[in-house]
């Protein structure tokens, strides 16, 4: 379960794989995008870890939302307005309700929905949706707190975006050139998943 300690561990150590994984990610970006992605994602969360330390919250969502803002305003590109999206949605999911996995699921459905939405994007199209719907069908699931196996379905997810053509965002200028490339915001998203599975207390 998720509360307000756990969640906003699960921030830090996010951004903590943001700031190592800043250079790979940026070269994934740099095959298929703007070749920014890492660099936008590392310098926000290091605003969202910042924040959090010096915050005050009476519940998850509470959490998420400062997370949102903050993304929304500090990271640049199109990660902030969608990450920003996927975090307010889920903030809003769950406001005054303990976070078990039944609630995780309604979480990470409205955040699917929400960038559906933002990013006029469907699964398929190589984006970071393709990593989410598949854990948001895997939350539905198991019915139970499993974040292990969560992060199992967003790493096999995120390896299949290789096999994939981009048709939207820059990367659907490469056309079939996009094809042999990881897409950056399905890697983004399978770290903030797998940094809810090493979350303590969150097992």
Same mark, same amino acid.
């Given at each position: ?26 070269? $994934? ?22 924040? $959090? ?28 307005? $969608? ?108 770290? $903030? ?11």
């Amino acid at each position: 379960m998720l509360n307000v300690e756990n969640t906003i561990q699960w921030m830090m150590i996010t951004n903590e794989k943001y700031q190592e994984q800043k250079d790979y990610l940026t070269s $994934l970006d740099r095959a298929v995008g703007d070749g920014d992605h890492g660099i936008n994602m590392a310098r926000g969360f290091k605003e969202v870890a910042s924040a $959090l330390e010096e915050g005050s919250f009476s519940d998850v969502s509470d959490v998420l939302k400062k997370a949102a803002m903050t993304v929304m305003s500090k990271v640049g590109g199109a990660s902030g307005p $969608l990450y920003g999206t996927a975090f307010l949605k889920m903030s809003t999911a769950c406001k005054g309700r303990d976070v078990d996995a039944s609630v995780f699921s309604e979480m990470v459905q409205e955040a699917l929905e929400g960038l559906k939405q933002r990013g006029k994007a469907e699964v398929g199209e190589k984006t970071m949706i393709d990593v989410w719907s598949p854990v948001a069908e895997a939350v539905k699931e198991e019915g139970t707190w499993e974040p292990v196996k969560w992060k199992e379905a967003a790493e096999t997810a995120m390896e299949a975006t290789e096999s994939l053509q981009a048709t939207k965002g820059r990367a659907s200028y490469l056309k079939e050139r996009s094809v042999g490339h990881l897409d950056p915001g399905a890697v983004s998203s399978f770290y $903030l998943f797998e940094a809810l599975a090493s979350v303590e207390g969150a097992e």
